[in-house]
């Protein structure tokens, strides 16, 4: 099976730094993705990784170790808009083909 | 491109009633997906389908049936509606397995 462990809330400030931490334990791992939800609208995907190191993409990065099961979402220069979920999902190889598997979300309050 | 859409957004039904969602992707993705999400749940898979005219189990089935009898729309099916089964149900599409989910607006769906 699978377990995905990201933090449940986090607040930070407008115009700083925010890093969302995902820890994983898979059997078959072959990739990790993360997607935006604002409240009561669809995930929207953002960004993926399936070699160790960091995606840049903009104002958001993300970043892989897969020896260490452990990825996190960086978002730069945080805006108000930011206030979402951020939902990890891990991909991993089974009998069936590839699965994915989401985790419980972190959410994120942007302040002024 | 409208990507992928869902009728009906919003649904009560009483306990026992049916009702079947519609999902519709124009993406020519070969993968579709119903998922529900529950607070503090995160997404759950219901069923998906690799193809026309296949489907499969995912990690929640019981109580839907599904149906792919076209590329292009998967339906889910409540044959008889149970408060447990109240959620939002989102449909995703991708066009290979394991590949970015692009996910609908999402059905919110209040059994009583």
């Known amino acids: 099976g699978q377990n995905i462990d990201q933090p449940t809330e986090m607040t930070a400030t407008e115009g700083a730094i925010v890093q969302i931490n995902c820890t994983y334990q898979?059997?078959?791992?072959?990739?990790l993705f993360w997607y935006q939800q604002h409240a009561g609208e669809a995930p929207t995907f953002l960004s993926y990784?399936?070699?160790?190191g960091l995606e840049e993409k903009g104002r958001f990065s993300s970043f892989l170790s897969r020896s260490k099961g452990y990825s996190y979402l960086l978002l730069k220069e945080l805006q108000m808009k930011d206030s979402a979920s951020y939902l990890c999902?891990?991909?991993?190889?089974?009998?069936?083909?590839?699965?994915?598997?989401f985790g419980t979300g972190t959410q994120l309050k942007v302040e002024l | 491109n409208a990507g992928v859409t869902q009728t009906p957004k919003f649904r009560v039904l009483k306990t026992g009633q049916s009702m079947t969602l519609l999902c519709a992707q124009d993406?020519?993705?070969?993968?579709m997906y119903w998922y529900r999400q529950d607070p503090g749940m995160g997404l759950r898979l219901i069923h998906y389908?690799?193809?026309?005219?296949?489907?499969a189990k995912g990690e929640v089935p019981d109580g839907y049936n599904v149906s792919r009898l076209k590329k292009q729309n998967f339906l889910l099916g409540l044959e008889s509606a149970a408060p447990s089964q109240t959620s939002v149900y989102f449909c995703?599409?991708?066009?290979?397995?394991?590949?970015?989910?692009?996910f609908g607006p999402g059905t919110r769906l209040l059994v009583l």
């Open positions: 993406m020519n993705h070969e993968y």
């Open positions: 389908s690799v193809g026309e005219g296949t489907t």
């Open positions: 995703a599409s991708s066009y290979l397995g394991g590949e970015t989910q692009y």
């Open positions: 898979t059997s078959g791992f072959n990739g």
């Open positions: 990784n399936v070699l160790d």
């Open positions: 999902a891990v991909r991993a190889i089974t009998g069936g083909g590839n699965k994915l598997t």
